[in-house]
Nanobody, 126 residues
């Protein structure tokens, strides 16, 4: 029903910047609540950032607060994650996620999302 495709990952030096994009197909994009998660090697997938349907509400995990910015362009069915001041510990596979319904534990819980992309790899070198 909904497909999400991430892009923009790659290799970047510590302190550098990278912007991830996620393009969604399916029902009206503006109705989606969106999030970014990441999975570092050997670790579980963790919440990074989320944005509400109208873009007015954004949420970040403490470790990226002030460095990452989530935004959306509903006209392009795209959600972005601008990552600045990257650190080696940001190295991970990054996934975008979407859900139409607002439910308990949104935005931080993986279980709050219904749709997931395949991921894009971000490697931050020291």
């Amino acid at each position: 029903q909904v497909q999400l495709v991430e892009s923009g990952g790659g290799l970047v030096q510590a302190g550098g910047a990278l912007t991830l994009s996620c393009i969604a197909s399916g029902p009206t994009f503006s109705n989606f609540r969106l999030g970014w998660f990441r999975r570092a090697p050997g670790k579980e997938r963790e919440f990074v950032a989320a944005i509400g349907t109208n873009g007015g509400n954004t949420y970040y995990t403490d470790s990226v607060e002030g460095r990452f910015t989530i935004s959306r362009d509903n006209g392009k069915n795209t959600v972005f994650l601008q990552m600045n001041s990257l650190k080696p510990e940001d190295t991970a596979d990054y996934y975008c996620a979407a859900v139409r319904r607002l439910r308990a534990l949104w935005p931080t819980a993986r279980a709050a999302y219904d749709y997931w992309g395949q991921g894009t790899q971000v490697t931050v070198s020291s």
